[in-house]
């Protein structure tokens, strides 16, 4: 139900036309690669993290069953 909400409130195509020619407008056409470069690293940086978290979880998880399946030989 609150996906159907969220959904509501993204914008539709001509709306992502404005809002694409309106960061053209403020930024410049010299400027959006930058910013685009900068986001991609940013993302990349943010799934690093999730997977070093979540490998920091399954190594954690591997370390507490490994004495747990010892104790049941």
Do not use: C, H, Q, Y
């Amino acid at each position: 139900m609150t996906n159907l909400l969220l959904l509501g409130f993204l914008p539709s195509g001509s709306e992502w036309i404005i809002i694409a020619l309106v960061i053209l407008l403020l930024f410049g056409g010299k400027k959006i690669p930058e910013l685009m470069r900068g986001l991609g690293k940013g993302v990349k940086s943010f799934k690093d993290g999730v997977n070093e978290a979540k490998e920091e979880i399954n190594k954690a998880k591997d370390e507490i069953d490994a004495p747990a399946d010892s104790a049941k030989k």
